[in-house]
């Protein structure tokens, strides 16, 4: 008895509500249908926009930590890009243009950090980043880099006659001479010619400074640094300082400050190393 009690009360209700509707207006019911349609359409616009924006934001976030180092006020190294991370990135070609190179900023603007200053101005010159490569490097270029960092391992800064007179010097050319490999088939060490004046990019030569250089070629993840690969470390004022040349077995060559020499070196690791890959990879130009 109680059960039925409780369904003619339910009917009961059903058919007040379903009476209130009807005389409710026809226009009133499609203003209301329409705006139900509009919320659903704007919320899941906002998601999708929303999502979008983070994404450009964390590719610009890794483009800034490839190019200038860590953030000083970051606690996460950004290892992804806006290029899905499970695609190969050796096989992604990167655009001709770094999208971010327009990107400009007021100098009153109070809002932005030192490092977002320096990205901004590094984007400039900066080739566009895939996600770190995951593969050895190799080849005939390849090979000649390492023989000939290799070589001036134990000589001193000042007595280089052939354009390693100093680590930014050395990596100069170094890369240079194994560019050349390709066309001559000689693997010697000459000087890299000098910058044009005005020169920012990273092609034909590198740049003269440390600096300049750390801005050139593809991320590459520290498993995979391979012969030829550039390693730059100690990062200070938003720039690398140390430089060195992935020679083989997870070692490198590079300038002791110390001593001015060159000498070999396990490759450093750490929240600010970036290892670069300059020879058959996106150098920017």
Known sequence: ????????????RNRRRLSAVTLIPLPILVIIAVCSVLAGCLILLSLVLGTAG?????DLHYQCDTAV?????STETPATSAVSTTARAATVTPPSTNPYAGITTRADDTGLSQWQRDCIAAMRSAPYQLPALRVPNT??????????????????????????????????????SAELTVATGSCELVAAPVPAAGSSGCRPVLPATIAGQGVCGQRVDPSAASMGDLVFWEFRGNVPTRVGVVVADGRIVTGDPAAGDFRWQALPHGDDVRVKRVLGAGDGS
């Open 1 to 12: 008895m109680d059960e039925h009690r409780t369904d003619a009360s339910e009917r009961e």
């Open 69 to 73: 180092g860590p953030d000083p006020s």
């Open 139 to 176: 080849g005939p270029a390849v090979e000649c880099a390492g023989h000939l960092a290799m070589q001036q391992a134990g000589t001193r800064w000042d007595t280089g006659t052939d354009g390693a007179s100093e680590p930014a010097d050395l990596v100069r050319s170094v890369v240079y």
């Open 54 to 58: 983070n994404s450009v934001s964390a």
